[in-house]
């Protein structure tokens, strides 16, 4: 049986993460327990409380205790959840062996695995990249015969069911998705809330022994650990990579209070799954409603102001977008992404880019942006130098040209220089410190290889 859960949790305390641990470990003696999901759905959804990570793990349970699994996640769900809190909606979603069975590759009938995988393909994925209503959770789940458990509105069925969707994909297909990993520590209970205890110095050094296998751990332009929340959640840190090897490696390493439990989450983070990518190449008003609040796009254009630093210390430029006609939009980098802005500051008018951001209010609002040609033909005009003394002349007078007084020298025109351009061209990102958890680092760019020219951020 596959169980996605979310939320639960609140800005005042508890972390759907934790939740799943503690049930991974308490369901274990009903059967073997999978690795469990971290899901981040939509980063931009209003409803979020912080990172919009919703959770699913898969249990191998006899078909008589079924219903007993069942009774101890929902007790635990309504023991720990945050329900007092206004816009906690807690959702969990059973799926069962019967149709895990069914879309098993080969399973009894191809047709309607197929179609099962698609609709379930497509919910998580709109739940990533789009925005979804309670509804079309509800009728997926029952046209496909889940189960299901709400406390107050059905919110929670979204991301619960998004999540229990990705594993159903994931264990047929391991990689159908790009996935990466997470180990989250938990403080002890009587900790939650108080400030946290991680010896600086062994996060470096797991950082300086494990990178780029983990990664996001530090910001070393920043000089900031990036590991902890700051919120009163449960989560002492979290250590990310591509290897699990590398994470236990930087775990060993580092030194903190004492921790009540441990989980490795195979996650959705670091991989980029909330951007689509837009072609904006019908008409101008097609382009613009292509566009939509709330969703994350990767669009192409050219730079059609220079970049201005803006109240707040934000730095803005308009884009025309690439297409047939191409509409305008504007991009920000936020004071938070610190000196990702003097890359943006270097922008001039003309420059062919392809920013990558969520879209609200006709603004991008900048994660990584790739320079693919400057524009090298900017000019500036200066007073023409004298021969004589090297000075710069002065005006002779409106349409006299320039002189020197001093070495009575005369020249008609401005002297015209190329600027010279202080950015070079490639991809720059955001610092890990203002990353968000879906966003893909370009470390892992990198070590995918095929891509050279590429600014990490460190
Ligand atoms: P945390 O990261 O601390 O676990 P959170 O940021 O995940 O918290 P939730 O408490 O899970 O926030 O709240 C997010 C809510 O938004 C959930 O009810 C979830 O079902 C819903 N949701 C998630 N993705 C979408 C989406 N794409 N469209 C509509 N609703 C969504």
């Given at each position: 049986?596959?169980?996605?859960?979310?939320?639960?949790?609140?800005?005042?305390?508890?972390?759907?993460?934790?939740?799943?641990?503690?049930?991974?470990?308490?369901?274990?003696?009903?059967?073997?327990?999978?690795?469990?999901?971290l899901?981040?759905?939509?980063?931009?959804?209003?409803?979020?409380?912080?990172?919009?990570?919703?959770?699913?793990f898969?249990?191998?349970?006899?078909?008589?205790?079924?219903?007993?699994?069942?009774?101890?996640?929902?007790?635990?769900?309504?023991?720990?959840?945050?329900?007092?809190?206004?816009?906690t909606?807690?959702?969990?979603?059973?799926?069962?062996?019967?149709?895990?069975?069914?879309?098993?590759?080969?399973?009894?009938?191809?047709?309607?695995e197929n179609?099962?995988?698609?609709?379930?393909?497509?919910?998580?994925?709109t739940?990533?990249?789009?925005?979804?209503?309670?509804?079309?959770?509800?009728?997926?789940?029952?046209?496909?015969?889940?189960?299901?458990?709400?406390?107050?509105?059905?919110?929670?069925?979204?991301?619960?069911?998004?999540?229990?969707?990705f594993?159903?994909?994931?264990?047929?297909?391991?990689?159908?998705?790009?996935?990466?990993?997470?180990?989250?520590?938990?403080?002890?209970?009587?900790?939650?809330?108080?400030?946290?205890?991680?010896?600086?110095?062994?996060?470096?050094?797991?950082?300086?022994?494990?990178?780029?296998?983990?990664?996001?751990?530090?910001?070393?332009?920043?000089?900031?650990?990036?590991?902890?929340?700051?919120?009163?959640?449960p989560?002492?840190?979290?250590?990310?990579?591509?290897?699990?090897?590398?994470?236990?490696?930087?775990?060993?390493?580092?030194?903190?209070?004492?921790?009540?439990r441990?989980?490795?989450?195979?996650?959705?983070?670091?991989?980029?799954?909330?951007?689509?990518?837009?072609?904006?190449?019908?008409?101008?008003?097609?382009?613009?409603?292509e566009?939509?609040?709330?969703?994350?796009?990767?669009?192409?254009?050219?730079?059609?102001?220079?970049?201005?630093?803006?109240?707040?210390?934000?730095?803005?430029?308009?884009?025309?977008?690439?297409?047939?006609t191409?509409?305008?939009?504007?991009?920000?980098a936020?004071?938070p992404?610190?000196?990702?802005?003097?890359?943006?500051?270097?922008?001039?008018?003309?420059?062919?880019?392809?920013?990558?951001?969520?879209?609200k209010?006709?603004?991008?609002?900048?994660?990584?942006?790739?320079?693919?040609?400057?524009?090298?033909?900017?000019?500036?005009?200066?007073?023409?130098?004298?021969?004589?003394?090297?000075?710069?002349?002065?005006?002779a007078?409106?349409?006299?040209?320039?002189?020197?007084?001093?070495?009575?020298?005369?020249?008609s025109?401005?002297?015209?220089q190329?600027?010279?351009?202080?950015v070079?061209?490639?991809?720059?990102?955001?610092?890990?410190?203002?990353r968000?958890?879906i966003?893909?680092?370009?470390?892992?760019?990198?070590?995918?290889?095929?891509?050279?020219n590429i600014?990490?951020?460190?």
């Amino acid at each position: 049986m596959i169980i996605g859960i979310d939320d639960t949790d609140s800005i005042e305390g508890m972390c759907t993460t934790y939740l799943c641990a503690v049930l991974v470990a308490e369901l274990k003696i009903y059967g073997e327990v999978s690795t469990p999901r971290l899901v981040r759905l939509n980063p931009c959804v209003p409803f979020k409380t912080r990172g919009n990570g919703a959770v699913s793990f898969e249990i191998n349970v006899a078909l008589e205790r079924v219903e007993e699994v069942k009774e101890v996640v929902k007790a635990r769900v309504s023991e720990l959840s945050e329900v007092q809190a206004e816009g906690t909606n807690p959702g969990v979603v059973f799926i069962h062996d019967n149709f895990l069975r069914t879309v098993r590759i080969g399973g009894e009938s191809e047709t309607a695995e197929n179609e099962c995988i698609e609709i379930l393909e497509n919910f998580y994925e709109t739940a990533v990249r789009g925005i979804l209503r309670v509804e079309q959770a509800c009728e997926i789940i029952s046209k496909l015969q889940f189960d299901y458990f709400v406390l107050k509105k059905k919110r929670g069925l979204i991301g619960a069911l998004a999540a229990a969707s990705f594993l159903v994909i994931q264990r047929g297909k391991p990689d159908y998705y790009d996935s990466t990993f997470e180990l989250v520590a938990y403080r002890l209970r009587e900790r939650w809330g108080t400030s946290r205890f991680i010896e600086e110095s062994s996060v470096w050094k797991a950082d300086e022994d494990t990178y780029p296998l983990t990664w996001d751990t530090v910001d070393i332009e920043n000089n900031r650990l990036v590991l902890a929340p700051h919120s009163p959640c449960p989560v002492l840190f979290g250590i990310r990579g591509d290897s699990v090897d590398a994470i236990y490696k930087a775990y060993r390493v580092i030194r903190a209070e004492p921790v009540e439990r441990e989980m490795l989450f195979i996650t959705n983070q670091g991989t980029d799954s909330h951007l689509i990518t837009a072609t904006c190449e019908e008409t101008e008003a097609e382009a613009e409603a292509e566009l939509q609040d709330y969703l994350s796009y990767v669009l192409t254009g050219v730079v059609a102001s220079d970049p201005r630093t803006i109240d707040g210390g934000h730095v803005v430029f308009a884009l025309t977008l690439a297409g047939k006609t191409g509409g305008h939009i504007e991009c920000i980098a936020y004071e938070p992404t610190k000196g990702f802005r003097n890359i943006i500051r270097k922008l001039c008018s003309g420059d062919k880019v392809t920013v990558y951001g969520s879209f609200k209010n006709r603004t991008i609002n900048l994660e990584k942006i790739e320079l693919r040609e400057l524009n090298v033909d900017i000019k500036i005009e200066k007073n023409p130098v004298c021969e004589g003394c090297g000075k710069r002349m002065k005006s002779a007078g409106r349409s006299q040209g320039y002189r020197c007084k001093r070495c009575k020298t005369h020249c008609s025109e401005k002297e015209v220089q190329i600027v010279a351009r202080e950015v070079e061209t490639g991809l720059y990102e955001v610092p890990a410190v203002a990353r968000r958890h879906i966003a893909k680092p370009l470390i892992r760019v990198w070590m995918e290889g095929g891509i050279t020219n590429i600014h990490l951020s460190r």
